[in-house]
C-alpha cells in the first residue's frame, strides 16, 4: 500500500513563489515515475510536471520556465518549487506515484494565488 501526503500550499500574491513536497509512505524502495497535477474550480484536471525514475523532468507548457520538480532522495521527497506565480496558478495540487503500473494519489494541498 502507497500513501501520499502533499504540503506547503498556501496563500501567495502574484509574482511570489511557493514550494510544494510530495512525501510517499508505505512500501517505496526505489524512484518511481511521479508527477504533479492540478486542479482549478470547475476545470479538469491538468498535468504540471513529471519526474520520471531516472529524474527526466517534463512540464507544462503553461509551467515551463516557472516551476522546477526535483527528487530529494534523502528525504524520500519530491518537491515542486513554483515561482513567478500567476492568479491562473490556483488550484488544489496532487501529486501522483506510478508503481507497477498503478497510479496512487494524495489528497491534494490547496494553492491560491491572490491578484
Known amino acids: 500500500q502507497v500513501r501520499l501526503v502533499e504540503s506547503g500550499g498556501g496563500l501567495v500574491q502574484a509574482g511570489g513563489s511557493l514550494r510544494l513536497a510530495c512525501v510517499p509512505a508505505?512500501?517505496?524502495?526505489?524512484?518511481?515515475?511521479m508527477a504533479w497535477y492540478r486542479q482549478a474550480p470547475g476545470k479538469e484536471r491538468e498535468l504540471v510536471a513529471i519526474i520520471s525514475s531516472s529524474d527526466i523532468t517534463t512540464y507544462a507548457d503553461s509551467v515551463r520556465g516557472r516551476f522546477t520538480v526535483s527528487r530529494d532522495n534523502a528525504r524520500n521527497t519530491v518537491n515542486l518549487q513554483m515561482n513567478s506565480l500567476k492568479p491562473e496558478d490556483t488550484a488544489v495540487y496532487y501529486c501522483?506515484?506510478?508503481?507497477?503500473?498503478?497510479?496512487?494519489w494524495g489528497k491534494g494541498t490547496l494553492v491560491t494565488v491572490s491578484s
Open positions: 501522483k506515484l506510478v508503481k507497477l503500473g498503478v497510479d496512487y
Open positions: 508505505g512500501n517505496i524502495f526505489s524512484p518511481y515515475l
